[in-house]
C-alpha cells in the first residue's frame, strides 16, 4: 500500500477550541488532495466516514465494497478530512482521528464546505458520475459545496435503513460504471 506522503504526524481530535481543519497533517492531505491525487474510475461514490476505523471495516462499507468490487472509486465524506479514497484508508491520518460531528462549530462547518467545494471541483475533471449517500450533516454539507462548486452530484438520503441505501447506491453506481 503507498499512502500519501504526510510528513507530520500526531493525533488529529477534536476539542474545544482546537480547529482540526488546521492540523499540520490534514493541511498536508488537503494540499496532496487538491493537487496530486488521480482517479481512472469514471464513477465515484461518496459514502459517510464512520467511527469504526478504518472505514472499510465498518458493515455499511463492506456492503458498498462487495457490490462495487474496484469499478467505483469509494470516497468517505469525512471532517476534517474533507474526502478519503478507499486506497488510503490504512493510512495515517485517516486510520486514526475523532472528530464527532456533533462538536463542530458554525465556522468550522464554513470551513468544510469551503474545502469540499474546492475538492468536488478536483474530482470534476476525473469522474463523470459522483454518487453520494449520506446521512443529514454529512448530506447538508455536500449539498452546500455541491452547489457552490457548480459540480452535479446525485444526492441520495441515507434514511433510516442505512444498508439498503448504501446497497441501493452502490449498485446505482455499479450500473453506471457499466455502462460507461
Given at each position: 500500500?503507498?499512502?500519501?506522503?504526510?510528513?507530520?504526524?500526531?493525533?488529529?481530535?477534536?476539542?474545544?477550541?482546537?480547529?482540526?481543519?488546521?492540523?499540520?497533517?490534514?493541511?498536508?492531505?488537503?494540499?496532496?488532495?487538491?493537487?496530486?491525487?488521480?482517479?481512472?474510475?469514471?464513477?465515484?461514490?461518496?459514502?459517510?466516514?464512520?467511527?469504526?476505523?478504518?472505514?472499510?471495516?465498518?458493515?455499511?462499507?463492506?456492503?458498498?465494497?462487495?457490490?462495487?468490487?474496484?469499478?467505483?472509486?469509494?470516497?468517505?465524506?469525512?471532517?476534517?478530512?474533507?474526502?478519503?479514497?478507499?486506497?488510503?484508508?490504512?493510512?495515517?491520518?485517516?486510520?486514526?482521528?475523532?472528530?464527532?460531528?456533533?462538536?463542530m462549530?458554525?465556522?468550522?462547518?464554513?470551513?468544510?464546505?469551503?474545502?469540499?467545494?474546492?475538492?468536488?471541483?478536483?474530482?470534476?475533471?476525473?469522474?463523470?458520475?459522483?454518487?453520494?449517500?449520506?446521512?443529514?450533516?454529512?448530506?447538508?454539507?455536500?449539498?452546500e459545496?455541491?452547489?457552490?462548486?457548480?459540480?452535479?452530484?446525485?444526492?441520495?438520503?441515507?434514511?433510516?435503513?442505512?444498508?439498503?441505501?448504501?446497497?441501493?447506491?452502490s449498485?446505482?453506481?455499479?450500473?453506471?460504471?457499466?455502462?460507461?
Open positions: 500500500m503507498i499512502c500519501p506522503p504526510i510528513t507530520y504526524r500526531g493525533r488529529v481530535v477534536k476539542e474545544d477550541g482546537i480547529d482540526p481543519f488546521k492540523h499540520p497533517s490534514v493541511i498536508e492531505w488537503h494540499n496532496y488532495l487538491f493537487a496530486k491525487w488521480r482517479s481512472k474510475k469514471r464513477v465515484a461514490l461518496l459514502l459517510p466516514c464512520t467511527e469504526k476505523k478504518p472505514y472499510h471495516n465498518s458493515p455499511t462499507h463492506m456492503i458498498a465494497e462487495s457490490i462495487v468490487k474496484d469499478k467505483v472509486q469509494l470516497y468517505s465524506v469525512s471532517e476534517p478530512m474533507l474526502l478519503v479514497p478507499r486506497e488510503f484508508e490504512d493510512c495515517y491520518p485517516f486510520s486514526d482521528y475523532d472528530y464527532p460531528p456533533s462538536k462549530t458554525r465556522e468550522e462547518r464554513e470551513e468544510f464546505v469551503r474545502l469540499l467545494t474546492t475538492a468536488l471541483k478536483v474530482l470534476e475533471s476525473y469522474h463523470q458520475h459522483i454518487i453520494a449517500v449520506l446521512p443529514k450533516h454529512h448530506f447538508s454539507v455536500l449539498s459545496a455541491s452547489k457552490l462548486s457548480g459540480v452535479k452530484i446525485e444526492l441520495l438520503p441515507y434514511g433510516r435503513l442505512a444498508f439498503r441505501s448504501i446497497k441501493e447506491a449498485l446505482k453506481a455499479l450500473k453506471l460504471s457499466e455502462g460507461l
